[in-house]
Nanobody, 127 residues
Framework: QVQLVESGGGLVQAGGSLGLSCAAS????????MAWFRQVRGQEREFVAD???????????YYADSVKGRFTISRDNAKNTMYLQMNSLQPEDTAVYYC?????????????????WGQGTQVTVSS
């Protein structure tokens, strides 16, 4: 059983930065693809960034166009933790951010293709 726990959310001013962490546990988690999503109440869950294992210990990173150049995803398998560094935050980035994992290491931006989810952490960006 895989468990994911997000942390690091909070309130920041527009233009500020915030770092999120996702602590993962479970058998085989190091081989799972992992991603960050976000969701505003009443809206669809939106893909933010993904880090998926390629050959060996090589990881591929993918970003939604809306966050490219501002957000950075990373993963530390030794700590079983995934990170999302968010810079130049804007009010439209306000959402609940979720950590997700899938058994297939290939990347995906579709929420339905992920097998495990954290509880989410609130990020609020004020203007």
């Amino acid at each position: 059983q895989v468990q994911l726990v997000e942390s690091g959310g909070g309130l920041v001013q527009a233009g500020g930065s915030l770092g999120l962490s996702c602590a993962a546990s479970g058998r085989g988690i190091s081989s799972y693809g992992m991603a960050w999503f976000r969701q505003v109440r009443g809206q669809e869950r939106e893909f933010v960034a993904d880090v998926s294992r390629g050959v060996g210990n090589t990881y591929f990173k993918y970003y939604a166009d809306s966050v490219k150049g501002r957000f950075t995803i990373s993963r530390d398998n030794a700590k079983n933790t995934m990170y999302l560094q968010m810079n130049s935050l804007q009010p439209e980035d306000t959402a609940v951010y979720y950590c997700a994992a899938r058994r297939d290491s290939r990347w995906s931006k579709l929420p339905s293709e992920y097998d495990y989810w954290g509880q989410g952490t609130q990020v609020t960006v004020s203007s």
